[in-house]
C-alpha cells in the first residue's frame, strides 16, 4: 500500500517550485469538525450551553471524567467516508481538512500515546481518518489534518482558554507537549500517506520554546502547508480570517477563510441558522476576488452523518461550480479595487466579472482601460456580449435577465496587462487629531491590512482627514480592522466630505470590529474626513481606510 510514501527521508522529497500552487489554485475546501461533542450536541444536563458545539465541555466547565463518558455514546455506524469525499468533490471543493484532535484532546485515529482515542475509548473501535485518507486518495482530494497543539483540555498539562475548571487538566504543559502533543503530530503526518495541510489552532500559553518542539516535526515534510496559528511567533504559510471575510486581502500572504455554514463547527441539534446556498456562492466569490481560499465546514453527528442542510446546500453549490468554476480555480485577486455591481477574478489575459446586481438596462459597465477582445455568459457561450470601449471604460450590452438567479458569470478576454485606476486614497498622507507611536498614520494608505493606526491613549474618539490632490467621484467606503467577530468590537463612524469649507455628512454606521465595507449615492470631494469611535471606551484602531470611485 501507499500508506508509506511519507516515511521516506525528506531528501529524498522533491520539493515543487512552488509548494503553494496546488492551494491556489484549488480555492474551495471542506472543514469537518468532528469529535465526542456530537454526542451532547450542544446540550449539558438537559440545558442548552451557548456557542461553538465543540466548546461545550469548556463553556460547560464539564468535569473531565464526566465528559470522558460521552465517548461511549459516540459509535459513527453510519459513517461513510467515500461519500463524504464525494460530496467535498461535487461541490467543487479541491481539499479536506479535519479536526484530528479538537480542543477536547479526543483523536480521531488510533493514538499510541493516549487512550482519549476513538479506538480505546468509544463502542465503535475503528480509525476514523484511515478510511478518509483512503478516500481522498482515490478520488485526488488532498487531505489536511487539523490538530489543536495547545489547549488540551483532557490531557493533564493541556491549555484552556479561560483556564482549567478541573483539577485533572493540571499539570506541566512542556511534558503535555513532549509526551502528546509532538508525538500525536508525528502520528498523523506519517500513518496515512501524503497529508497536505497540518491546520493549527488557538495558541493558548504557546511561547517560542513551545512552538519550536514542533518545527523539527514539520520540516521532515517540505510539502506540508502550515498555517499561521501555531504561536511563539511561527508565520506559517498562511492567513487564517475565521469567520469573517476581510475587507482587503492580504498582499504577499496565503490566506483562506473558515467559515461555517449555520453558527457551529462541531454538531448542534438546535442549531438551524442556516446560511442560504446563494449567501454561500456569494462568499467564495468575495474571498476569491480577493484572492483568498474558503475553507467551509460541516459538522457531523455522532453517528456518522452530515447534517441534511448542508448536504443540500453543498449540492446547489456544485451545480453552480459546474457551470461557472472556471472563475474560481487557478484565478488570481481582481485588479479592480471596487466593482459597484459586483466582483471580478482574473486568469491571464481572461476576466470574470461575478455579476451581483446584475443591470437593468441591460448595460454593464468595467473601468478597464484595455483593449476587450471578446466577452460572454459562462452560462451561455453562445450568446453575443456586444463590446463598446472609450479610454475609460468598457460597456457591454447583456440579456435584460441575469442567467443565473444566484451569481451569474462574464468571461472578457483582453490584451496586456489589466491597466486600473488605484485606490485615491493608496500612498496618501493623512492628517490626524492624533498618533500613538507604535502606529503610523500612513499604515492606514500602504494597502497592507496587517498594520495599524491608532490615536494616543485616552483618545476614545478620534478623526482622520485625506486630500485626494483632486475633486474624485466617490461612491464605497472600507476599512479593515484587526479583530475577529467574537471579540465584538464595533467602531462606530462618519464619513465627511468637505463641501464649500464646510464637513457634510456622506455616510454614518458600526462596523463589527472585522472590517466594514459600505456603498452609498456618490459624492464628488477633494477632502474627506473619518470620525471614528472607539469599542467600549478604547481608542479606536484601523488597519487600513479606503475610498473608492464611483464608475
Ligand atoms: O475549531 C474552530 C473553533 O473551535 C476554533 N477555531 C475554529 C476553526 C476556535 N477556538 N476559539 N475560537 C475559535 C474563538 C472563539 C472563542 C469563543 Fe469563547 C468560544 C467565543 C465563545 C466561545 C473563548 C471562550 C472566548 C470566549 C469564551
Redesign the pocket.
Known sequence: MMFNSCKQAPEQKTVPEDRMQWWNDAKFGL?I?WGVYSVPAGFYQEKAVP??G??IM??GKIPVVEYKKYSNQFNPVKYDPKAWVKMAKDAGMKYIVI?SK??DGFALFNSKVTDWDVVDATPYGKDLLKPLAEACREEGIKLGF?YSQAQDWNHPGGAA??GHWDKAQDGSMDEYIDKIAVPQVKEILSNYGDIAILWW??PTDMNPERAGKFLPVIAGYPNLITNNRLGGGIAGDTETP?QFIPSTGFPGRNWEV?MTMNDT??FKKDDNNWKSTKDLILKLSDIVSKGGNFLLNVGPTSEGEIPQPSIGRLAQVGQWMKVNSEAVYGTKASPFPYLPWGKATLKGQKLFLHVIAWPTDGILKLPLMNKVTKAWLLASPDVAVNIKQDAARVEFSVPAQAPDSLLSIIAVEFEGEPAVLPVPTRGKTPVVSSVDTSAAVANLFDGNPKTSWKPVAGENKAWIEVDLGEEVMIENFSVAEPW?P?HDHGQEFVLQCKSNGKWIDVVSGKTNGCGHSQDFSPVKGQYFRLMITGSKGEVPVLNEWILNRAL
Open positions: 472543514f469538525h456557542g461553538i465543540e466548546w469548556n463553556r479536526t479538537h480542543h487539523y482558554s479561560g489552532d488557538t475565521e473558515c463547527w462541531g475577529h467574537w
